[in-house]
């Protein structure tokens, strides 16, 4: 059965395409235990993230941790939406990870599935267990790196069709190699543009990531942009393994608004 007659249409929580309009990109900051979610809460994020940096790309934060930024985001009656990072597709077998309330957002990477005829049907596959095993249908986000041949992923282009086909809730473009890649060394500013058309078109948001600097603002298309998400560069030192830094989130908040405003 191929994959665009088995579309994914289970989600919940409001679409990020259904939030209200801020006048610039929503700031998602990625955080790895609760203390950080509530100096994120605080900051003013617009989407609060979960991973474990240690991990890779998108590590996957442990079931306590789980359990304790979703206490953390209940204690602060935040309507926010929250998401986790899930790891990589090869990493689950039938291992099938549970995504506590309030969190109404998940992506999981498809490193080392270039070439393989069935990671579409693995990608179906992985998020309907996922979604059986919650309380409620999640709303997927559909996850590309930009530096795919690295990470032996397929190319943006062809996730971002299989995410229009399965009823994905967004499209985020990120690099797998957190080391010396960043976002504009491995994306040309056309060819993001031309993906970013085409997430339009579908009224699909897009969200890029991947090591970005404040400099990246003045290169990036921010009016067709709906979300910048970032966990380095709010990070001491921007070294994503340490503590986040609640100036360096409003200044990146500050710096959004001032981009938007004068573009």
Same mark, same amino acid.
């Given at each position: 059965?191929?994959?665009?007659? @088995?579309? $994914?249409?289970?989600?919940?929580?409001?679409?990020?395409?259904?939030?209200?309009?801020?006048?610039?990109?929503?700031?998602?900051?990625?955080?790895?235990?609760?203390?950080?979610?509530?100096?994120?809460?605080?900051?003013?994020?617009?989407?609060?993230?979960?991973?474990?940096?240690? &991990?890779?790309?998108?590590?996957?934060?442990?079931?306590?941790?789980?359990?304790?930024?979703?206490?953390?985001?209940?204690? =602060?009656?935040?309507?926010?939406?929250?998401?986790?990072?899930?790891? #990589?597709?090869?990493?689950?077998?039938? =291992?099938?990870?549970?995504?506590?309330?309030?969190?109404?957002?998940?992506?999981?990477?498809?490193?080392?599935?270039?070439?393989?005829?069935? +990671?579409? #049907?693995? +990608?179906?596959?992985?998020?309907?267990?996922?979604?059986?095993?919650?309380?409620?249908?999640?709303? +997927? *986000?559909? *996850?590309?790196?930009?530096?795919?041949?690295?990470?032996?992923?397929? =190319?943006?282009?062809? $996730?971002?069709?299989?995410?229009?086909?399965?009823?994905?809730?967004?499209?985020?473009?990120?690099?797998?190699?957190?080391?010396?890649?960043?976002? @504009?060394?491995?994306?040309?500013?056309?060819?993001? &543009?031309?993906?970013? &058309?085409?997430?339009?078109? =579908?009224?699909?948001?897009?969200?890029?990531?991947?090591?970005?600097?404040?400099?990246?603002?003045?290169?990036?298309?921010?009016?067709? $942009?709906?979300?910048?998400?970032?966990?380095?560069?709010?990070?001491?030192?921007?070294?994503?393994?340490?503590?986040?830094? *609640?100036?360096? $989130?409003? &200044?990146?908040?500050?710096?959004?608004?001032?981009?938007?405003?004068?573009?």
């Amino acid at each position: 059965m191929s994959i665009s007659s @088995q579309p $994914i249409l289970g989600s919940t929580g409001p679409s990020l395409s259904r939030l209200p309009f801020l006048g610039r990109p929503r700031l998602l900051v990625s955080v790895r235990n609760a203390a950080e979610a509530s100096l994120a809460l605080l900051a003013g994020v617009d989407i609060l993230d979960v991973k474990e940096p240690s &991990q890779g790309s998108l590590g996957l934060a442990s079931p306590e941790i789980l359990a304790e930024i979703s206490g953390t985001a209940l204690s =602060h009656s935040t309507t926010i939406p929250l998401s986790a990072a899930l790891g #990589e597709l090869s990493d689950h077998a039938e =291992h099938y990870p549970t995504l506590p309330r309030p969190f109404t957002y998940a992506k999981v990477g498809l490193q080392g599935c270039a070439g393989q005829p069935d +990671w579409e #049907e693995r +990608w179906c596959r992985f998020r309907e267990q996922v979604d059986a095993r919650g309380q409620q249908p999640l709303n +997927w *986000v559909a *996850v590309s790196y930009v530096d795919a041949q690295s990470a032996a992923a397929p =190319h943006p282009e062809e $996730i971002l069709e299989q995410a229009l086909q399965t009823n994905c809730s967004a499209f985020l473009m990120d690099t797998w190699s957190k080391q010396g890649c960043r976002f @504009q060394n491995a994306m040309s500013l056309t060819r993001l &543009q031309q993906i970013a &058309q085409t997430c339009r078109q =579908h009224q699909l948001p897009l969200a890029v990531a991947g090591r970005l600097q404040f400099s990246d603002l003045d290169w990036l298309p921010l009016d067709q $942009i709906d979300i910048v998400a970032i966990r380095s560069a709010v990070c001491d030192g921007e070294t994503r393994t340490n503590p986040i830094n *609640v100036s360096k $989130i409003q &200044q990146w908040r500050d710096a959004l608004a001032k981009s938007t405003s004068s573009s």
